[in-house]
């Protein structure tokens, strides 16, 4: 039995039902009436029940169908989904799903009902021009109704979570991305930590932080008595793309940089040699040259849609963090059948009095790495 009472799952689960609200799920078949859009998929309340929740539950036969669901709209996590602690990470999130589109107005659905004959009208024109998604979906058994009920759930949710959003939240969230929002002309010099390993695309070391340290302390020493940025850059920078041009982009779009260079790039007072800053990448000395940020009115309609969905994740993260737990989650999958190469070894049994005692298996830990581009990157 697992129940939920984990920060990591929630920062997981966050992390998919925000890519979840922010993509644009292609669904339907066409056939279906606008006003049959159901927020329950149809004929799956039969069977055993593999996961109960305060107020509800949910059949194998339902949450098959949502795994199909989620495999025909990414068929890369085909594998994951077969992950019996991936499942019950997704079981989680489907029950947030229908937690939350439960509480909403009846003017948010007829709104997501809006937004989903939409969606569904786009894919009439999809599935005529795609005979193999045609097959796939006769091949996992998932209809049109259990699209749009798909479908129904994220809009729901989304309108539902949108909803609640104030200009004071939006301002705030707006506050929070602005670094996203700027262009900047600055300069730096890189020392490297890690790189990208060219066989197998994984990190590795090219030193210890603390040389790399020492290193770039070095040069902001010379910078401050005045020495030549370009050939300091030239000499030392391991930025490929900057080096050359004394560490210099200029009027760059912030928005792809690595998250930390990007915030200190956007903290920085202009003209000022700033402190060493630790990226994904090494070390960096940035010294701001010009810096411009878009005022909210002046965004972008997609950089605007940003503003307004990290608004509304902060509900969903609120929930998250004070009402999950509330809901008593307790899930019941059944287990995968052992295979063979689990079976014990001959021997190992009751008669092998020296066996030796289960090794030492390493602590969980809760860091995760994190892909992010530098200036170097772009």
Not at 38 to 47: A, E, I, P, R, Y
Not at 245 to 264: C, H, I, M, R, V
Not at 277 to 300: C, F, N, P, W
Request: charged share 30%; glycine share 4%; net charge negative.
């Amino acid at each position: 039995m697992y129940q939920v009472n984990n920060k990591k799952w929630r920062k997981s689960t966050l992390l998919v039902l925000t890519a979840v609200l922010t993509m644009a799920l292609l669904a339907g078949c066409g056939k279906v009436k606008k006003e049959d859009y159901s927020l329950q998929f149809k004929d799956v309340d039969k069977g055993d029940v593999v996961a109960t929740y305060e107020g509800g539950q949910v059949t194998k036969d339902e949450f098959d169908k949502f795994l199909a669901l989620q495999t025909l709209q990414n068929p890369e996590a085909a594998m994951l989904l077969q992950i019996p602690q991936y499942q019950e990470m997704i079981m989680q999130q489907y029950i947030t799903f229908k937690v939350l589109t439960a509480q909403a107005s009846e003017e948010t659905i007829a709104k997501a009902r809006d937004l989903t004959h939409e969606e569904m009208t786009n894919f009439k024109k999809f599935k005529k021009e795609n005979k193999d998604f045609q097959k796939t979906m006769k091949d996992s058994n998932i209809t049109e109704n259990d699209m749009a009920t798909l479908l129904m759930l994220t809009t729901t949710m989304s309108t539902h979570l949108n909803s609640k959003v104030t200009d004071e939240d939006v301002n705030k969230a707006y506050k929070d991305l602005s670094p996203n929002f700027a262009t900047t002309s600055a300069r730096h010099i890189l020392v490297k930590t890690t790189e990208q390993d060219p066989e197998t695309g994984a990190p590795k070391e090219v030193r210890p932080q603390e040389e790399a340290l020492k290193m770039i302390n070095e040069i902001k020493e010379k910078l401050q008595a005045n020495e030549d940025w370009d050939a300091l850059a030239k000499q030392y920078s391991e930025d490929p793309g900057s080096k050359e041009t004394g560490g210099l982009y200029e009027n760059t779009d912030a928005s792809d940089w690595d998250p930390a260079f990007k915030q200190a790039a956007f903290d920085q007072e202009i003209g000022v040699i700033g402190e060493p800053v630790l990226s994904s990448m090494g070390y960096h000395i940035i010294k701001v040259e010009k810096r411009e940020v878009k005022a909210l009115d002046q965004l972008t309609e997609e950089q605007r849609a940003a503003v307004d969905n990290t608004a509304s994740y902060s509900y969903l993260e609120k929930f998250m963090a004070e009402e999950v737990e509330k809901l008593n989650i307790e899930i019941n999958l059944p287990q995968p059948e052992p295979s063979p190469s689990d079976a014990p070894a001959e021997g190992a049994g009751e008669g092998n009095k020296e066996a030796e005692p289960d090794a030492e298996q390493p602590a969980e830990t809760d860091n995760e790495a994190e892909k992010a581009e530098t200036p170097a990157a772009k």
